[in-house]
C-alpha cells in the first residue's frame, strides 16, 4: 500500500528565505507526482506535476525535483513571500493519487 | 480557467438526514473524483466516476453513494447522516488518469 510522507509537518520562516518541503513515498511505481497548495478552509490549487520519466519541473519561484528510484521529492521555493503561506500537499499517482499529509507553511513579514 | 463549483460551502445536518453534495464542472473533464479531508488522515478518496453513469469505489466509500448522469455533474449523497461523517468534502475533476485533478473549494459539513 503506498504511503506518502511529508516533512517537516510545520515549518516558520521569515520573509525572503528560500525554502525546501520533502516529500517521500513507499512505492516507486507511479505514474506521476503532484504538489498542491491549500489555503485554510479552501480547496487544493495545482501547483507543479512531474511525469514519472521527468526530474523536475519549475513554475516562477517553485522548483520540484523527483527521484522516483529512492521515493523523493521536494518543492523549493525561492525568496519566500508573505504570500507563500499555506498548506503544501504532496500527492503521488499510480490508479489513484494518494496524498501526504502536508506542511504547513508560514512565512513571516 | 477550469472551474470546479461545488453547491455549499457550508452545511449543517441532523444525524439520520440524506444529504446531497453537488459538484459541477466546466471543462469537458472525463473524470470527477469525492475526497474527504480530516485533520491527521489527510485526503482520502471516497468515490470517483470515469464516465457518465459510471461509478467506481475508492478507500472510504461506506456510508455514501455517488451519482453521474451528466458529465458535468457528479453527486455525492450520504443515505443517512452519521456523526463521524462531519468534514470537509472536496470535489475534483481532470481530462484523463494521469492529468491534474482540479479541485472545487470544498463543502464543510457538520453532522449534528
Known amino acids: 500500500k503506498q504511503e506518502v510522507t511529508q516533512i517537516p509537518a510545520a515549518l516558520s520562516v521569515p520573509e525572503g528565505e528560500n525554502l525546501v518541503l520533502n516529500c517521500s513515498f513507499t512505492d516507486s511505481a507511479i505514474y506521476n507526482l503532484q504538489w498542491f497548495r491549500q489555503d485554510p478552509g479552501k480547496g487544493l490549487t495545482s501547483l507543479l506535476l512531474?511525469?514519472?520519466?521527468?526530474r523536475e519541473q519549475t513554475s516562477g519561484r517553485l522548483n520540484a525535483s523527483l527521484d522516483k528510484s529512492s521515493g523523493r521529492s521536494t518543492l523549493y521555493i525561492a525568496a519566500s513571500q508573505p504570500g507563500d503561506s499555506a498548506t503544501y500537499l504532496c500527492?503521488?499517482?499510480?490508479?489513484?493519487?494518494?496524498f501526504g499529509a502536508g506542511t504547513i507553511l508560514r512565512v513571516k513579514s | 480557467d477550469v472551474k470546479v463549483t461545488q453547491s455549499s460551502r457550508y452545511l449543517v445536518k441532523r444525524t439520520g438526514e440524506k444529504v446531497f453534495l453537488e459538484c459541477v464542472q466546466d471543462?469537458?473533464?472525463?473524470?470527477m473524483f469525492w475526497y474527504r479531508q480530516d485533520p491527521g488522515l489527510g485526503l482520502r478518496l471516497i468515490y470517483f466516476s470515469y464516465d457518465v453513469k459510471m461509478k467506481e469505489k475508492g478507500d472510504i466509500p461506506e456510508g455514501y453513494s455517488v451519482s453521474r448522469e451528466k458529465k458535468e455533474r457528479f453527486s455525492l449523497i450520504l443515505e443517512s447522516a452519521s456523526t463521524n461523517q462531519t468534514s470537509m468534502y472536496l470535489c475534483?475533476?481532470?481530462?484523463?488518469?494521469?492529468?491534474?485533478?482540479?479541485f472545487g473549494p470544498g463543502t464543510r459539513l457538520t453532522v449534528l
Open positions: 471543462m469537458d473533464h472525463e473524470n
Open positions: 500527492a503521488v499517482y499510480r490508479n489513484k493519487l494518494v
Open positions: 512531474i511525469q514519472s520519466s521527468q
Open positions: 475534483a475533476s481532470s481530462w484523463a488518469d494521469t492529468d491534474t485533478q482540479y
